[in-house]
């Protein structure tokens, strides 16, 4: 089955620092990959993705490119901003018996910004 | 646009008394729909799942249950609660055969 290894959190950064957040998958075939972000009490917002080798994700300044030499999807951000701190999780979809698919979450990476 | 509702926000409840989380989408049709839970500071663990009214996949064996009487709402339960079942609960749903989920803002319970 298709399964993710995300970095162990928590991340602390001071503000504009770079970011990475190393994700790696072992999936059969190149499914899509996603990053999903969720803000203190909120539920999950999809970030990014990306659906074939090679391609780049990115959203609000953060950026993941599907690499399948290395079969990594990490995250990055140039510079952090305080309002950056969140949870952040890297999923790919996984087949249900029935054929339909629902992603898979591991515990996710905590990032702190602090200004 | 689609948009998915749940309710109540927060919950504190006794253990041993029932249970009743609901869910509604807004916007689509024939929705796949999912329930996960998440213990404080962990990741999310998908309980159930439906690709249609009263079709329901259940992924963990536990204390809940869940039911689709309606092609947009989805309601978790529970009989007894128990005091792990605390948690953030937080239901998606996925539009046609794309593989994104889109998450309501979630329920938190705590079983006192």
């Known amino acids: 089955g298709n399964s993710v290894t995300q970095m162990e959190g928590p991340v602390t950064l001071s503000e504009e620092a770079f970011l990475t957040i190393n994700c790696t998958y072992t999936a059969t075939g190149y499914p899509s990959l996603f990053w999903y972000v969720q803000y203190p009490g909120e539920g999950l917002q999809l970030l990014l993705k990306?659906?074939?080798?090679?391609d780049k994700g990115s959203n609000k300044g953060f950026e993941a490119t599907y690499r399948k030499e290395t079969t990594s999807f990490h995250l990055e951000k140039g510079s952090v901003q305080v309002s950056d701190s969140a949870v952040y999780f890297c999923a790919p979809p996984v087949h249900m018996d029935t054929g339909r698919r629902a992603l898979t979450f591991g515990s996710g990476t905590r990032l702190q910004v602090q200004p | 646009s689609q948009t998915i509702h749940q309710w109540p926000a927060t919950l504190v409840q006794p253990v041993g008394s029932p249970l009743s989380l609901e869910c509604t989408v807004e916007g689509t049709s024939n929705p796949n729909l999912y329930w996960y839970r998440q213990a404080a500071g962990r990741g999310l663990q998908l309980l159930f799942y439906s690709v249609g009214i009263g079709q329901i996949s259940s992924e963990v064996p536990q204390n809940l249950s869940a039911s689709r009487p309606q092609d947009r709402q989805f309601i978790l339960s529970s009989k007894k609660l128990l005091l792990s079942d605390s948690g953030f609960y937080l239901c998606?749903?996925?539009?046609?055969?794309?593989?994104?989920?889109?998450f309501g803002p979630g329920t938190r319970l705590t079983v006192l």
């Open positions: 998606a749903w996925v539009w046609g055969d794309t593989d994104t989920q889109y």
């Open positions: 990306a659906t074939k080798a090679d």
